[in-house]
């Protein structure tokens, strides 16, 4: 009896334990004859023996997990057994879901930040539960740090996940003691504002301190994703002092008209204080103006909930006055109503300078209300704005400060010749501002004048014009004097990248042409080329390779780094694959055999994409872009890290490739990074189902927001 009981006893303990491998191995541990069938049936007592001994793994490392995953079981195998726990620990490691493996693809995958490994297991569409406290009662490296893996569970609304890493140790400082580093809850509790899933703020909300979870910026996401019942949760059972403000100012900047109802409604002590309620209606007032919310403003404005504009709510820091605010980002309708509302008086505060950027608009309808009606003066800053508008080539502007000023045009501007006007003063207080105002007004005479007199703004200028493709403006200027040492610096790479990304080819050749150190600056080769991958435009990408094939003497000698490597060409076509576009792939493939013919990994992937050394070769019809993109992130020399992966992202969220999203998401990118660039690019360029995946993953609905108010 003894002996059956111990028996039975054991069958018991199998099957709790394989049962939470769920899938085949489950289903056969649970049958009567298991034990027998164990013995009898090779295949299943291998496979049980082989999870045996990955159970028996300890760690310390995801590393040694990761290899005791390799040395059981094959990519295939994990696959057919349809393991949760199995295809989660895959996951984790890989960074590809099992059923997605191609063969020869390499079971690890580890990137060089470790927290990444728990985030692949998180998405909204699934959470990886069982994989997740597996490895975290295994590996310490992961228990390091879990606090990226908990802003994404939060995000996504994974609350069962957020409890169970809200256990877990992250770095402290030595003098606290706290179970999860509070700055990763604080960006947790944000995150799952920012989408709305209030119970993963209430359960962040009782693991901490309020004022640790910063309750302010916890608001404003909710405020600015459109959230009610989180506001309305946060302002009536947490510290409503700590988000009131917050809350009415994040409303303003995002306009929305019903979110300001239930502030109101929810909260009335905000009107039981007129002080109080000053300072926090002058911070709304001033994010509806700065956010261009025009509806908001006039709704501010009207008589229930209008206050009195106040300085104490913002002098603290460097702020720029009302006029400012108006003269920056309003017009003339803006500035009646403020005047008509009673705010004449903080209009009339540092108003010299609102004159000065109306100048440089050309709004010479906000000019004449600011000299006429708020006594700003003509002749302010050494005579800034007579020098802004003769940059400006306006002269009714100049007549309209003469006629302010009692001056005569003509003696002051004889023959009308605001050219010789600029040349006569030779300098000004803001010689940058008087070069923009030059190129904001197409003047090309004043620029000309301004860049012989050696002018701060030069560049800056020229900037501007590589950028909005002023080509024809852009050769006058450099035919007057060439920047010979133009693209050696981040923002004039930047503004290339922002060139080649818009396919303007006639900007580029010229750049190309006149800038012998256009290829100089630190990795500028490899990010201009990705930018033309991003265009889609194969002749922009013709030119450019065109171009350091005949500086082939100088690629590899520029501060003892390669101009242009290996490795930046396979970046370039991992990029390439993200944008969906078989011709471009093709295009980069070929720039590889170019580059390197006799490497093996080259020539490997040049078969696989379907191109052959022969240029004129023709290429097969279509490409798995994802298998592209999994095969060169397994190249043996090649790190496709975290930080190029997020790059990506929105390249592949612009041209809708909805299964490269999906690819990337599951390596762990962020779906937030770079200010949620993937989900603005996806909807402006009309792909809903991947706005529909980049939500579903944590987006904020809030960048949506944004591109609506700016379309």
Not at 27 to 45: E, H, K, L, M
Not at 274 to 289: G, K, N, P, S, V
Not at 329 to 352: F, K, P
Not at 675 to 693: I, S, Y
Request: aromatic share 6%; hydrophobic share 45%.
């Amino acid at each position: 009896m003894a002996a059956s009981t111990s028996s039975f006893a054991k069958e018991v303990d199998c099957l709790h334990d394989y049962s939470r491998w769920g899938g085949l191995p489950a289903i056969i541990a649970s049958a009567d004859d298991f034990q027998a069938a164990r013995q009898n049936d090779a295949a299943i007592g291998a496979m049980f023996s082989k999870l045996d001994s990955l159970d028996r793994c300890q760690g310390p490392n995801v590393i040694d997990v990761a290899r005791a995953l390799k040395d059981c079981f094959t990519a295939e195998e994990v696959d057919r057994m349809n393991s949760p726990l199995l295809d989660g620990l895959l996951l984790a490691v890989s960074g590809v879901p099992a059923n997605k493996h191609t063969n020869g693809a390499s079971i690890i995958n580890l990137p060089g930040d470790i927290s990444v490994v728990l985030r692949r297991l998180i998405s909204r569409r699934r959470c990886f539960i069982d994989a997740m406290e597996w490895l975290l009662t295994r590996c310490a490296d992961l228990r390091d740090d879990v606090g990226p893996a908990l802003v994404r569970a939060a995000a996504t609304g994974q609350t069962a996940a957020v409890s169970l890493l809200m256990k877990h140790r992250c770095p402290v400082h030595p003098y606290r003691n706290c179970a999860i580093d509070l700055a990763a809850a604080a960006a947790a509790a944000a995150a799952a504002a920012a989408n709305g899933h209030l119970d993963a703020v209430r359960l962040l909300v009782t693991k901490a301190d309020n004022r640790s979870l910063r309750l302010a910026k916890v608001t404003s996401d909710a405020a600015a994703n459109g959230h009610q019942a989180v506001i309305e949760y946060i302002l009536t059972e947490c510290d409503p002092l700590l988000a009131k403000t917050t809350a009415l100012t994040f409303i303003a900047k995002r306009g929305q008209l019903l979110m300001l109802e239930l502030v109101k409604r929810v909260h009335t002590s905000l009107f039981e204080s007129a002080a109080e309620w000053d300072e926090f209606w002058t911070l709304a007032i001033r994010a509806a103006l700065t956010h261009t919310r025009f509806r908001m403003l006039r709704e501010l404005l009207q008589p229930g909930l209008r206050g009195n504009y106040t300085a104490a709510a913002y002098e603290d820091g460097y702020e720029p006055e009302l006029p400012t605010l108006v003269a920056r980002h309003g017009s003339i309708a803006e500035l009646r109503l403020l005047n008509d509302s009673g705010l004449w008086a903080a209009l009339s505060e540092g108003v010299n300078e609102a004159l000065a950027i109306s100048i440089e608009r050309g709004d010479i309808e906000m000019v004449t209300s600011w000299l006429r009606d708020h006594g700003a003066n003509p002749r302010s800053d050494d005579d800034l704005p007579f020098y802004l508008a003769a940059a400006a080539g306006s002269a009714p502007m100049m007549q309209l400060l003469c006629d302010a000023a009692n001056v005569s045009f003509d003696a002051l501007v004889p023959n009308g010749d605001l050219v010789s006007y600029l040349k006569s003063r030779r300098c000004c207080r803001c010689p940058a501002v008087a070069v923009k105002t030059a190129f904001r007004h197409r003047h090309m005479a004043a620029l000309r004048s301004l860049f012989d007199l050696g002018f701060p703004g030069r560049d800056e200028a020229i900037e501007l014009m590589v950028e909005l493709g002023c080509t024809d403006l852009l050769r006058d200027v450099f035919d007057a004097r060439p920047p010979v040492q133009f693209g050696r610096y981040g923002k004039e790479v930047d503004a290339v990248c922002n060139t080649a990304r818009r396919g303007d080819l006639d900007t580029l050749a010229l750049v190309l042409a006149r800038c012998p150190c256009f290829f100089d600056g630190y990795r500028s080769a490899r990010r201009i080329l990705c930018a033309a991958v991003d265009s889609d435009c194969l002749p922009l990408l013709d030119l450019l390779w065109a171009r350091l094939k005949t500086e082939a003497h100088r690629l590899r000698i520029v501060d003892d780094e390669p101009v242009l490597s290996l490795r930046d060409l396979w970046i370039t076509l991992y990029r390439a694959a993200a944008t969906g576009s078989l011709p471009v792939c093709h295009t980069v493939l070929q720039m590889l055999v170019e580059h390197s013919p006799d490497d093996a990994s080259v020539q490997r992937c040049n078969q696989l994409g379907g191109k052959s050394s022969s240029v004129t070769a023709s290429p097969v019809p279509e490409l798995d872009f994802v298998a592209l993109m999994r095969w060169v992130a397994d190249v043996d020399h090649l790190a496709i890290d975290v930080e190029i992966e997020a790059s990506v992202l929105p390249v592949a969220a612009r041209h809708g490739q909805l299964e490269v999203c999906e690819y990337l998401l599951d390596r762990g990118v962020d779906v937030q990074t770079q200010d949620n660039e993937a989900l603005k690019l996806a909807h402006r360029n009309g792909h809903p189902a991947v706005v529909q995946l980049l939500l579903a993953n944590g987006a904020h609905r809030a960048a949506i927001f944004e591109e609506e108010s700016l379309s």
